[in-house]
């Protein structure tokens, strides 16, 4: 059986790579948690970082989860995360990264020039899918997420906090469509936090407030993250 180390942001897309790969056979040797010193980071998800520690313990995987501090600097970036993968590779081991790239060449590059690097293989299968049959797919396997910032014209405020469901994401399609964002929020329009999958063996609970920025973006604050235990017949 092959294994594989998650990249996990907390957002949809590592979560929902994720949930592929275990689907695919896949053994989950471990998650890999990067939080950057700086909010502008080209490579990674910053918002809330750490609350995909949480997510791993939600899976049962909390024996399996490592995070790694990089400065976010654009030329050093990659090679620490080169140096933190190179070190899980060398004790645990793993044969693929897993990674939710959709669109991003920047992002995908430099995860296979890692990969290449260690001898290992990249594990993206939503690349450069449609990204509306991507939402749509996402939401039909029982990836459930809530958006915890909005920063583009069109997108309501509304919809922050709130899990995503068949409903919100035909919404969100329309209005990128008539807007002009991505659907699947590749360019950065949202960020989003995902509280329940068909693998966790816990839900997240969230509790937060909106906050307007101003007229194009919002924010959800979030003031408190626990873990409901789910059920036998809920969980994968």
């Known amino acids: 059986m092959k294994s594989v180390c998650a990249l996990l942001s907390g957002g949809k897309d590592s979560n929902y790579a994720l949930y592929k790969a275990i689907r695919s ?3 989950v ?3 890999l948690v990067v939080r950057s010193r700086t909010v502008d ?48 590779r060398d ?26 690097r260690l001898g290992v293989e990249v594990y993206a299968p939503h690349w450069l899918m449609d990204q509306e049959e991507y939402l749509r797919m996402l939401v039909k396997d029982g990836i459930v997420f809530i958006i915890t910032r909005i920063s583009t014209m069109g997108l309501p405020h509304r ?9 919100e994401v035909e919404e969100i399609i329309e209005h990128a469509r008539r807007y002009g964002f991505n659907p699947a929020f590749e ?14 063996k816990s839900r997240l609970l969230v509790k937060g407030r909106p ?22 017949s809920q969980r994968l």
Request: hydrophobic share 45%; aromatic share 10%; with cysteine.
């Open 159 to 167: 919809l922050l906090g709130r899990p995503i469901g068949y409903s």
């Open 41 to 88: 980071s080209w490579m990674f998800h910053v918002p809330h970082v750490d609350i995909a520690l949480l997510q791993a313990r939600a899976m049962g995987y909390q024996d399996r989860v490592h995070m790694v501090e990089v400065s976010g600097v654009k030329e050093r970036e990659v090679e620490e995360l080169y140096d933190a993968l190179r070190n899980l």
């Open 25 to 27: 056979g896949y053994r």
């Open 91 to 116: 004790t645990v081991g793993f044969d693929a990264i897993s990674v939710g790239a959709l669109a991003s060449m920047y992002q995908y590059n430099r995860i296979s020039w890692i990969a290449s």
């Open 211 to 232: 906050r307007r920025i101003n007229e194009f973006e919002a924010e959800l604050v979030i003031e408190d993250v626990g873990l409901m235990e789910k059920t036998v």
């Open 29 to 31: 040797s471990c998650i």
């Open 187 to 200: 360019g950065g329009e949202a960020e989003t936090l995902v509280i329940d999958a068909p693998h966790y």
